[in-house]
């Protein structure tokens, strides 16, 4: 496509310029030109064989992209939020399905279903590296498909202007083999652990306390708020706020205390919590 | 005819002087002036707007602007440009140029066409009045629900876009029938269907689209308001409302949009071709097909604005075929430029080098388009800074360098005065290079992924560097439009005055003065040819027997221009003010209260009332009643006479 | 340089009826301009029917046939001393205008009160989702033409009652009667639509 176009810029140029430079009779006749006319024929029909050509190429392409079917494909349902993202697998049973945020990771070389969809406003999956874009409209749910053939982390973001902090809203996939996709999905599943030491017992107490649990949830204890993103495993995810920041200690600290300078206008509220 | 004949048909056609006066003319002169320097007026706010966005892009994570101002900011820079300028420029050239290339004395329907320019004016000054009380909207031009609904945007500002599309809506669909009216009733006698001018012909094909285009945003943009006031279900999901149906209703308007704005773009072009070749626009017939052609076509494509929706892979391909199709009328129109440019002896003026940055410009956008006709291209370019490059690419080539061109070629039959050569060349080098400079980075910046309508970008993706150059090419881009206001400031002051025809072209525009007389043709000619001023036989009839005392226009026949009947025009009037302030009046209370409406109608219908009552005798008019006999024929009976050349 | 010919237009009549009046351009504008929009409605009712289970949706019944069928006689009766207006307009008959004017303002009395009546019919208020709001602006869209029909052409009357009368007033009350025909056959799908594409679905 981009050579096909490029060369027919340039003759197009090119022939603009002859134009000019040549100097050809300045005739108000109304005569009909036959090279004229012989030559803007050719044109067009030239134009016409190349346009249909990339058509056929385009519709090639398409229906290669779309003719996937794979049995053995992972499914992950997406639901799009401002500004975050909500992936779960589908597995068979209910009490195995994993919910996270912002971060998924798939096996190397083994189709994934993307079933997408939102729950406010349009947005639209975007991971370049890996596939074409697909917007989370409410109302519908759509499937595309994709294949990581290497091992990374890809980064994906939202490609669909949903309001204020629509340019913070990114995410991850971590590509992996199988046998680490296995063992991080196997750890996804368990619930969180009971806090052991006093002050992990102490944050999971002002968390139940404070307004923490009312919108997050908590696999394993009692918080199970749905309008923020799942907070099991977030010590497993290497930014915060849908890509917005690396998840450090300092960085999560200032977060919860504010997230309003971070991110202006995302939901969640300022915590002044004491240190 | 003698001075004191001459001195008094030009007093009837004069703009009564004085300040009152000013809101009482109708002549389309006068309001396709206003319309020219109210539109670039917003031309020049949209560009402050997009210069504080390139401000906040140039470098990663900059804080210059919070991201709610930014959001507004992108929304109104683009609704100024497509709405408040792109529309309204093009029409008011048509407006200004349409009836002199046709040789009438006046526009049809005048005072609609007045009440379109204040129901312009009005809108674009609701939209910036909002604006700046922080109530502008904020959602994006094409402000998609569910984000455009009252949840997600609880504030007036997406009423106040809503409503601002009304206001142009009107205004534009006003002036389209009049430009339709007068290319098929008040051409000139002999101007036969093959002999109308390029430029008028584009002007007819643009607004038989702005008639059928616009309905479909107003719908939209009522339903959206209906939504957000009460409390209907159109788009919101919630209750049975479908977010894609305003997505189908928005952009059968929305690709049909572009081409209004495109095609009156190469009707200059091709005016400005034939012109500076010195020679004839070769392939009239070819051309005058293609613009019918993309205009039809031009409503196939919408759907290619929603590649990423997840529709059925076989509908996306009709629009795919039809979306790639559509350059073969464009490529045809092309061709022939090039065909008349080769065959004949270019002149390298400045509204030529306008042609020139127009070829190299648009083309390129013409193919990135052609490569986002491809849906699988497309899932990855959409959305990104990749399309922000093609449009801008094609409607800046397709319509901005060719109005720049017009600007230098009209200049001198508008004002009387030539702009300078050399100042002109700088600004068309300046804005050539700036323009490149900004907008070429941004195919990259798509292709490696950056995102439209993003307020900033984090450092580590490594789009500081491109997004620099962008912006200090934008920088440039403002240096050439200042350059341009130098160049216009100084030629009316003292710039050369300007001969009836200083580039020796074929169209009656070029048979007034400069600028025209307030009568705009003393002894209207009849034409012979295509080119008149070119064509005409000496002798070539002109026509007399209009009245001097009122503002008489001829009317004729929609094929052969043949004569028909004569028909007085209105004098200046108030009423097409009152009756916008009116309509402006009722717009704005309807969007607090549904009861706006019913009750902002009624200074609306005794504004009509006020419009549309008989004047007096002194007025014009046929003769008072009873009559004797009548005068007037019936539908086909042929007049009593009226002579054919 | 020889003088030019002239073509003497004085002897040409001051206006016309028909298409060759401007005036006509401006309503087959409206045409258009309303037809469209009233063909995009059209579109977005059968659209939405696709994205529902059920059309109408369960719980709500088509509007009564009752009083849009009522109405649509009302609008094709209409059309009658509406051609009579415009044949008495063409042969600058102001009586016979006088009189079929106000016999036409009696019909669009009728139906815009019948109009109350549809729409207190329709079964279901605006807000009830998508249905619902597309019905109404369907009805809606309609009821603005049938208002400013009978507004403008009560003004007219008024005109060719107390004057003044001129020659070409005869004129604009052919073109009213052009817009008139528009606003009552624009009618027939919209009514289809409404009334009885939900029974047939």
């Given at each position: 496509?981009?050579?096909?176009?490029?060369?027919?810029?340039?003759?197009?140029?090119?022939?603009?310029?002859?134009?000019?430079?040549?100097?050809?009779?300045?005739?108000?006749?109304?005569?009909?030109?036959?090279?004229?006319?012989?030559?803007?024929?050719?044109?067009?029909?030239?134009?016409?064989?190349?346009?249909?050509?990339?058509?056929?190429?385009?519709?090639?392409?398409?229906?290669?992209?779309?003719?996937?079917?794979?049995?053995?494909?992972?499914?992950?349902?997406?639901?799009?939020?401002?500004?975050?993202?909500?992936?779960?697998?589908?597995?068979?049973?209910?009490?195995?399905?994993?919910?996270?945020?912002?971060?998924?990771?798939?096996?190397?070389?083994?189709?994934?279903?993307?079933?997408?969809?939102?729950?406010?406003?349009?947005?639209?999956?975007?991971?370049?590296?890996?596939?074409?874009?697909?917007?989370?409209?409410?109302?519908?749910?759509?499937?595309?498909?994709?294949?990581?053939?290497?091992?990374?982390?890809?980064?994906?973001?939202?490609?669909?202007?949903?309001?204020?902090?629509?340019?913070?809203?990114?995410?991850?996939?971590?590509?992996?083999?199988?046998?680490?996709?296995?063992?991080?999905?196997?750890?996804?599943?368990?619930?969180?652990?009971?806090?052991?030491?006093?002050?992990?017992?102490?944050?999971?107490?002002?968390?139940?306390?404070?307004?923490?649990?009312?919108?997050?949830?908590?696999?394993?204890?009692?918080?199970?708020?749905?309008?923020?993103?799942?907070?099991?495993?977030?010590?497993?995810?290497?930014?915060?706020?849908?890509?917005?920041?690396?998840?450090?200690?300092?960085?999560?600290?200032?977060?919860?205390?504010?997230?309003?300078?971070?991110?202006?206008?995302?939901?969640?509220?300022?915590?002044?919590?004491?240190? | 005819?003698?001075?004191?004949?001459?001195?008094?048909?030009?007093?009837?056609?004069?703009?009564?002087?004085?300040?009152?006066?000013?809101?009482?003319?109708?002549?389309?002169?006068?309001?396709?002036?206003?319309?020219?320097?109210?539109?670039?007026?917003?031309?020049?706010?949209?560009g402050?707007?997009a210069a504080l966005m390139r401000l906040q892009l140039s470098r990663p994570d900059n804080?210059i602007?919070?991201?709610?101002?930014?959001?507004?900011?992108f929304?109104?820079?683009?609704?100024?440009?497509?709405?408040?300028?792109?529309?309204?420029?093009?029409?008011?050239?048509?407006?200004?140029?349409?009836?002199?290339?046709?040789?009438?004395?006046?526009?049809?329907?005048?005072?609609?066409?007045?009440?379109?320019?204040?129901?312009?004016?009005?809108?674009?000054?609701?939209?910036?009045?909002?604006?700046?009380?922080?109530?502008?909207?904020?959602?994006?031009?094409?402000?998609?629900?569910?984000?455009?609904?009252?949840?997600?945007?609880?504030?007036?500002?997406?009423?106040?876009?809503?409503?601002?599309?009304?206001?142009?809506?009107?205004?534009?669909?006003?002036?389209?029938?009049?430009?339709?009216?007068?290319?098929?009733?008040?051409?000139?006698?002999?101007?036969?269907?093959?002999?109308?001018?390029?430029?008028?012909?584009?002007?007819?094909?643009?607004?038989?689209?702005?008639?059928?285009?616009?309905?479909?945003?107003?719908?939209?943009?009522?339903?959206?308001?209906?939504?957000?006031?009460?409390?209907?279900?159109?788009?919101?999901?919630?209750?049975?409302?479908?977010?894609?149906?305003?997505?189908?209703?928005?952009?059968?308007?929305?690709?049909?949009?572009?081409?209004?704005?495109?095609?009156?773009?190469?009707?200059?072009?091709?005016?400005?071709?034939?012109?500076?070749?010195?020679?004839?626009?070769?392939?009239?017939?070819?051309?005058?097909?293609?613009?019918?052609?993309?205009?039809?076509?031009?409503?196939?494509?919408?759907?290619?604005?929603?590649?990423?929706?997840?529709?059925?892979?076989?509908?996306?391909?009709?629009?795919?075929?039809?979306?790639?199709?559509?350059?073969?009328?464009?490529?045809?129109?092309?061709?022939?430029?090039?065909?008349?440019?080769?065959?004949?002896?270019?002149?390298?003026?400045?509204?030529?080098?306008?042609?020139?940055?127009?070829?190299g410009v648009?083309?390129l956008g013409?193919?990135t388009?052609?490569?986002?006709?491809?849906?699988?291209?497309?899932?990855?370019?959409?959305?990104t800074f990749f399309v922000v490059a093609h449009f801008h690419y094609?409607?800046i080539g397709?319509?901005?360098?060719?109005?720049?061109?017009?600007?230098?070629?009209?200049?001198?039959?508008?004002?009387?005065?030539?702009?300078?050569?050399?100042?002109?060349?700088?600004?068309?080098g300046l804005l050539f290079v700036g323009f490149n400079l900004t907008f070429f980075p941004m195919h990259v910046l798509g292709l490696h992924g950056m995102p439209r309508?993003v307020y900033t970008y984090q450092a580590s993706l490594g789009w500081g560097d491109l997004n620099l150059m962008a912006s200090l090419g934008a920088a440039v881009m403002a240096c050439a439009v200042?350059?341009?206001?130098?160049?216009?400031?100084?030629?009316?002051?003292?710039?050369?005055?300007?001969?009836?025809?200083?580039?020796?072209?074929?169209?009656?525009?070029?048979?007034?003065?400069?600028?025209?007389?307030?009568?705009?043709?003393?002894?209207?000619?009849?034409?012979?040819?295509?080119?008149?001023?070119?064509?005409?036989?000496?002798?070539?009839?002109?026509?007399?027997?209009?009245?001097?005392?009122?503002?008489?226009?001829?009317?004729?026949?929609?094929?052969?221009?043949?004569?028909?009947?004569?028909?007085?025009?209105?004098?200046?009037?108030?009423?097409?003010?009152?009756?916008?302030?009116?309509?402006?009046?009722?717009?704005?209370?309807?969007?607090?209260?549904?009861?706006?409406?019913?009750?902002?109608?009624?200074?609306?219908?005794?504004?009509?009332?006020?419009?549309?009552?008989?004047?007096?005798?002194?007025?014009?008019?046929?003769?008072?009643?009873?009559?004797?006999?009548?005068?007037?024929?019936?539908?086909?009976?042929?007049?009593?006479?009226?002579?054919?050349? | 340089?020889?003088?030019?010919?002239?073509?003497?237009?004085?002897?040409?009549?001051?206006?016309?009826?028909?298409?060759?009046?401007?005036?006509?351009?401006?309503?087959?504008?409206?045409?258009?301009?309303?037809?469209?929009?009233?063909?995009?409605?059209?579109?977005?009712?059968?659209?939405?029917?696709?994205?529902?289970?059920?059309?109408?949706?369960?719980?709500?019944?088509?509007?009564?046939?009752?009083?849009?069928?009522?109405?649509?006689?009302?609008?094709?009766?209409?059309?009658?001393?509406?051609?009579?207006?415009?044949?008495?307009?063409?042969?600058?008959?102001?009586?016979?205008?006088?009189?079929?004017?106000?016999?036409?303002?009696?019909?669009?009395?009728?139906?815009?009160?019948?109009?109350?009546?549809?729409?207190?019919?329709?079964?279901?208020?605006?807000?009830?989702?998508?249905?619902?709001?597309?019905?109404?602006?369907?009805?809606?869209?309609?009821?603005?033409?049938?208002?400013?029909?009978?507004?403008?052409?009560?003004?007219?009357?008024?005109?060719?009652?107390?004057?003044?009368?001129?020659?070409?007033?005869?004129?604009?009350?052919?073109?009213?009667?052009?817009?008139?025909?528009?606003?009552?056959?624009?009618?027939?799908?919209?009514?289809?639509?409404?009334?009885?594409?939900?029974?047939?679905?």
């Open positions: 496509m981009l050579w096909t176009t490029a060369i027919v810029f340039v003759i197009v140029i090119a022939f603009v310029i002859a134009g000019i430079v040549r100097d050809g009779v300045a005739t108000r006749s109304r005569g009909v030109q036959r090279p004229q006319v012989v030559a803007v024929s050719v044109a067009v029909a030239a134009t016409t064989l190349i346009l249909i050509g990339l058509l056929a190429a385009s519709i090639w392409t398409g229906r290669t992209l779309e003719a996937f079917q794979a049995p053995s494909a992972i499914t992950v349902n997406v639901v799009g939020h401002q500004w975050w993202w909500e992936f779960e697998y589908e597995e068979g049973v209910p009490a195995q399905r994993v919910q996270t945020a912002n971060e998924f990771h798939i096996p190397v070389g083994r189709p994934i279903v993307l079933k997408v969809t939102s729950r406010d406003v349009i947005h639209s999956l975007w991971l370049p590296n890996l596939q074409g874009k697909r917007d989370l409209i409410p109302g519908y749910t759509t499937a595309i498909w994709l294949q990581a053939d290497h091992p990374g982390i890809y980064r994906g973001q939202c490609a669909e202007f949903c309001g204020m902090q629509h340019a913070h809203m990114a995410f991850d996939v971590v590509a992996e083999s199988q046998a680490d996709f296995d063992r991080w999905l196997a750890a996804m599943r368990q619930p969180a652990p009971p806090p052991t030491t006093a002050s992990a017992q102490h944050g999971r107490d002002v968390f139940n306390s404070a307004r923490c649990a009312s919108c997050h949830s908590v696999q394993g204890s009692v918080a199970a708020g749905l309008v923020g993103p799942d907070l099991t495993h977030i010590a497993t995810r290497s930014t915060l706020g849908a890509g917005t920041l690396p998840n450090t200690p300092e960085h999560l600290a200032a977060w919860i205390r504010d997230p309003q300078v971070i991110k202006p206008g995302n939901q969640m509220p300022a915590n002044p919590l004491p240190d | 005819m003698t001075a004191g004949e001459l001195e008094a048909l030009n007093r009837t056609w004069s703009d009564p002087p004085g300040f009152a006066s000013w809101f009482r003319h109708v002549d389309h002169r006068t309001i396709g002036r206003r319309y020219l320097v109210t539109a670039f007026g917003f031309f020049l706010l949209g402050i707007l804080t602007i919070t991201p709610d101002l930014y959001n507004q900011i929304t109104t820079h683009g609704t100024t440009m497509m709405f408040l300028f792109a529309v309204p420029v093009m029409q008011g050239l048509g407006v200004y140029f349409v009836p002199l290339m046709v040789g009438a004395r006046e526009i049809a329907f005048p005072r609609l066409v007045a009440y379109s320019y204040w129901m312009f004016l009005f809108g674009g000054i609701f939209l910036y009045v909002s604006f700046l009380l922080n109530a502008g909207p904020d959602v994006g031009w094409f402000s998609y629900p569910p984000l455009a609904e009252s949840l997600y945007t609880p504030s007036k500002r997406a009423d106040v876009w809503a409503q601002l599309i009304t206001f142009t809506e009107v205004a534009s669909l006003a002036v389209a029938v009049s430009l339709i009216t007068t290319a098929f009733k008040l051409r000139t006698p002999g101007m036969t269907l093959n002999r109308v001018p390029i430029f008028v012909w584009a002007q007819v094909v643009t607004s038989f689209m702005v008639l059928f285009a616009m309905p479909a945003v107003m719908l939209a943009s009522t339903s959206l308001i209906c939504d957000r006031l009460v409390n209907t279900h159109f788009f919101d999901p919630e209750q049975s409302g479908d977010p894609l149906l305003w997505q189908h209703l928005f952009w059968f308007f929305g690709h049909p949009e572009v081409y209004i704005i495109f095609i009156p773009g190469t009707g200059i072009v091709s005016t400005l071709v034939a012109t500076f070749s010195r020679r004839r626009m070769f392939g009239y017939l070819a051309v005058v097909l293609s613009l019918v052609a993309t205009a039809f076509m031009g409503f196939g494509l919408w759907v290619h604005h929603m590649f990423a929706t997840g529709l059925p892979q076989l509908g996306e391909s009709f629009f795919t075929a039809a979306s790639i199709i559509i350059a073969i009328p464009t490529g045809t129109q092309i061709f022939c430029w090039i065909a008349t440019m080769w065959s004949g002896k270019v002149v390298l003026k400045v509204p030529m080098l306008w042609v020139l940055g127009f070829f648009f083309v013409g193919l388009g052609v490569m986002l006709a491809s849906v699988p291209l497309d899932t990855q370019l959409h959305d094609v409607l397709g319509a901005v360098f060719p109005l720049f061109g017009a600007f230098y070629y009209w200049f001198p039959k508008i004002t009387g005065r030539m702009l300078s050569e050399r100042l002109g060349t700088w600004v068309c309508r200042l350059l341009f206001l130098v160049d216009v400031i100084r030629a009316l002051r003292v710039g050369l005055p300007a001969p009836a025809n200083p580039w020796d072209a074929s169209t009656l525009e070029w048979a007034t003065d400069s600028p025209p007389a307030p009568c705009s043709f003393p002894l209207p000619p009849t034409v012979g040819g295509r080119e008149p001023l070119w064509d005409n036989a000496p002798d070539q009839p002109v026509v007399v027997g209009l009245r001097r005392d009122v503002r008489e226009v001829l009317v004729t026949h929609v094929l052969d221009a043949e004569p028909d009947h004569r028909k007085v025009f209105p004098a200046p009037s108030i009423w097409p003010l009152v009756t916008a302030i009116a309509t402006t009046g009722m717009f704005i209370w309807s969007i607090f209260t549904p009861w706006g409406v019913t009750y902002g109608s009624i200074p609306i219908f005794i504004a009509m009332v006020g419009w549309f009552w008989p004047k007096s005798p002194t007025e014009g008019g046929t003769r008072p009643w009873p009559i004797a006999h009548r005068t007037l024929p019936l539908p086909r009976e042929e007049p009593a006479a009226g002579g054919t050349i | 340089m020889s003088e030019p010919r002239t073509l003497d237009v004085s002897a040409l009549p001051p206006g016309a009826f028909g298409p060759r009046a401007l005036t006509f351009w401006g309503t087959l504008g409206i045409v258009i301009i309303e037809g469209t929009a009233f063909g995009l409605a059209v579109g977005a009712y059968f659209y939405l029917a696709t994205r529902l289970p059920s059309w109408p949706p369960a719980g709500v019944s088509p509007p009564d046939l009752r009083w849009g069928t009522i109405n649509t006689l009302v609008l094709l009766a209409s059309m009658v001393p509406n051609e009579l207006a415009r044949r008495a307009a063409e042969k600058i008959d102001l009586r016979r205008v006088r009189i079929w004017l106000a016999v036409c303002l009696v019909f669009a009395v009728a139906f815009n009160v019948i109009r109350i009546f549809e729409f207190r019919h329709l079964n279901v208020w605006w807000n009830r989702g998508a249905y619902a709001s597309i019905v109404w602006m369907l009805l809606g869209l309609h009821s603005t033409h049938i208002v400013t029909d009978f507004l403008d052409s009560a003004v007219l009357a008024a005109l060719m009652f107390v004057g003044p009368v001129e020659e070409h007033r005869f004129v604009d009350v052919e073109e009213n009667a052009v817009y008139w025909y528009f606003v009552v056959l624009a009618w027939l799908p919209i009514y289809g639509v409404i009334y009885w594409a939900p029974r047939l679905m």
